[in-house]
């Protein structure tokens, strides 16, 4: 197989509770993730000459060595063992540092279609395993499209995909540096809630489950946050809440009506507005083992 082309979906956190500092220096966290329907494509292509090429049609990304989706391609070089070359190509949809883990998802992307068009082998565990090398959020692109993340967001556990819900990304149009939140994340303040328990609710009471501890940091510093939350829930949201480390803070809605009817009705914001739905299946399935 000489390309592939992969969708490398973004993510959201339905619940992060962080529930303390690693010796390391890392976070113990307990993370709900879930994929959604808002997508980068990836395409990997063998090339005869040894090394990873990479472009991407958004200036946004780092280039070269700087992105995540050219480490993962250097690391599946490696991996293979032998002089071998591949071109990544990358279009991008989802907002760079917004919450959405889409470096994350390339870089899986990337991992899954190299492992593929050079006939490596590597199962699901063992490009997981190179993935966490690479970024936290990397492995959960290998396990959804519904997951608990603990550890520092390594250890993986497969879930039963939950029921479709249409979902409002609203992207403010800045970024936020996951660095930077944690930094400045006060541990005394943070719930430490139980993520398994949102799996046992429904779309009209999700509410009810939805936590971020890293909310009030990045709110705190982007008052826009609670504007966003405010808006979506007027809009008839059945709950809302940020996303990962942020900026970008999704709606959950009932039926695609009200979900396209909320993206109108917010359109003059000035926001990006991505309606879209969750994920039943991984755009990666067929392609890891």
């Given amino acids: 197989m000489q390309s592939i082309t992969l969708k490398a979906p973004a993510k959201i956190n ?25 997508s980068d494509e990836v395409t990997v292509a ?26 993962a391609g250097h690391a599946l070089l490696k991996r293979a063992g032998r002089e071998a070359g591949i071109t990544i190509t990358i ?46 959020d990397v492995p959960f692109f290998f396990y959804g499209p519904t997951a608990l993340a603990q ?8 879930l039963s995909p939950l029921p479709k819900m249409q979902i409002l990304l609203v992207n403010p149009g800045f970024e936020t540096s996951t660095a930077w939140v944690y930094k400045n994340l006060n541990l005394r303040l943070t719930k430490k809630v139980d993520c398994n328990k949102i799996l046992r609710l429904t779309v009209g009471n999700i509410s009810a489950g939805l936590h971020n501890d890293l909310e009030t940091v990045t709110a705190a510093a982007h008052p826009e946050i609670h504007t966003i939350r405010q808006s979506l829930l007027e ?20 039926t695609g009506t009200g979900c396209m009817n909320a993206a109108e009705n917010l359109s003059d914001r000035g926001w990006k507005l991505f309606p879209t739905e969750t994920l039943v299946a991984s755009p990666l399935s067929g392609h890891i083992r």
């Fill in 91 to 136: 279009r991008k949809a989802i907002p760079v540092a917004a919450g959405l883990g889409g470096g994350s998802s390339d870089a899986a992307a990337v991992l899954a279609a190299a492992n593929e068009v050079l006939g490596i082998g590597l199962d699901r565990e063992e490009l997981a395993g190179i993935g966490a090398k690479l970024g936290m």
């Fill in 46 to 71: 063998a090339r005869d000459s040894a090394g990873v090429r990479i472009s991407c049609d958004s200036d946004a990304i780092p280039p070269g060595e700087d992105n995540i989706a050219w480490k």
């Fill in 151 to 158: 550890g520092r967001g390594e250890r993986l556990t497969e």
């Fill in 14 to 38: 339905l619940c992060l509770s962080v529930l303390g500092r690693r010796p390391d220096g890392y976070h113990d966290v307990e993370m709900l993730m879930q994929m959604v329907g808002l």
């Fill in 235 to 254: 809009q008839g949201a059945a709950g809302v809440l940020m996303s990962g480390s942020g900026p970008t803070v999704f709606g959950i809605f009932e």
